[in-house]
């Protein structure tokens, strides 16, 4: 039996195929610092949230 899939899988299937990027993001590294993937804030390698525009990683 095929498993049915959801409206996202089907949403990140179509922009895959178009050359978007569908991963989630996360911290970036520069140096030994995490770097805000929306704002480009730098960050102690234990930060969890940015503290200039107040991003955070899914599931945090």
Known sequence: ??????DDDLLDDFLTQRGHETGR?????NYNKKQCPDCGGLHG????????CGWRPRGS
């Open 25 to 29: 993001p996360g911290w970036e590294e």
């Open 1 to 6: 039996m095929a498993t049915a899939s959801t």
């Open 45 to 52: 390698p234990d930060a969890a949230e940015c503290t200039v």
